[in-house]
């Protein structure tokens, strides 16, 4: 069955500390998003893609770095230098970035808990 | 902020009954979408509606979109159990070609059997 892996489903984070939430589709969706949700705030864009070795910034992406080496893999890289990191993290992806009339496809997440 | 906010923030419900939810936005769309998404799992697309339609169905779903007074509303008939989730509204407003979706904050539906 096609669709998006996101791994892990939890994630325990130290001060200071990098890490990396893994996404992989297997859908041959051009583009890919991250999004992090918090409590009563919605889903807000961190970065996204619409070709390999391209992405752009969304409206938070501080803290925050990703890669696209691969059409299938989307990492994120949570930073130390993102100082609020605990909340529930969404990769997507979508047909094309410029096919407007298809929805997203989401993974089914990653909780990171800075401890 | 292009956000798009949904009203109610909470709903709670009998078995049977309907469910309405509405969104409103702030600038032109292309389209407006409609997620669903149960506690704890990533978000599933369930209705799209294009800037030129009025109304689309799709089984016990039934989406509105008003541009001129930039609301939609999505109604739920015959709610079940298994429709309590939280419901979500996003808007693809680009002009580029290239767009990304904004969400609303989200009505969180309980249905009660």
């Known amino acids: 069955d096609g669709g998006i892996t996101q791994s892990p489903k939890y994630l325990f984070r130290k001060e200071g500390q990098n890490v990396t939430l893994s996404c992989e589709q297997n859908?041959?969706?051009?583009?890919m998003y991250w999004y992090r949700q918090d409590p009563g705030q919605g889903l807000r864009l961190i970065y996204y893609?619409?070709?390999?070795?391209?992405?752009q910034k969304g409206d938070i992406a501080e803290g925050y770095s990703v890669s696209r080496e691969k059409k299938e893999s989307f990492p994120l890289t949570v930073t130390s230098a993102q100082k609020n990191p605990t909340a529930f993290y969404l990769c997507?992806?979508?047909?094309?970035?410029?096919?407007?009339?298809?929805?997203?496809?989401f993974g089914s997440g990653t909780r990171l808990t800075v401890v | 902020s292009q956000q798009g906010e949904e009203d109610p923030q909470a709903l709670s419900i009998q078995e049977g009954e309907n469910a309405t939810m509405n969104c409103s936005y702030k600038?032109?769309?292309?389209?407006l979408q409609w997620y669903r998404q149960n506690s704890g799992r990533g978000l599933v697309h369930l209705i799209l509606?294009?800037?030129?339609?009025r109304e689309k169905h799709s089984g016990r779903l039934r989406v509105t979109l008003d541009t001129s007074k930039k609301s939609s509303s999505l109604l739920i008939t015959a709610s079940r159990a298994a429709d309590t989730a939280s419901y979500f509204c996003?808007?693809?407003?680009?002009?580029?070609?290239?767009?990304?979706?904004?969400f609303g904050k989200g009505t969180m539906l309980l249905v009660s059997p």
């Open positions: 997507a992806s979508s047909i094309r970035l410029d096919r407007v009339d298809y929805g997203y496809t």
């Open positions: 859908l041959n969706h051009d583009a």
């Open positions: 893609s619409q070709i390999v070795n391209d992405f």
């Open positions: 600038t032109s769309i292309n389209n």
């Open positions: 509606i294009r800037s030129n339609e």
């Open positions: 996003a808007t693809d407003w680009g002009n580029s070609g290239y767009s990304t979706l904004t």
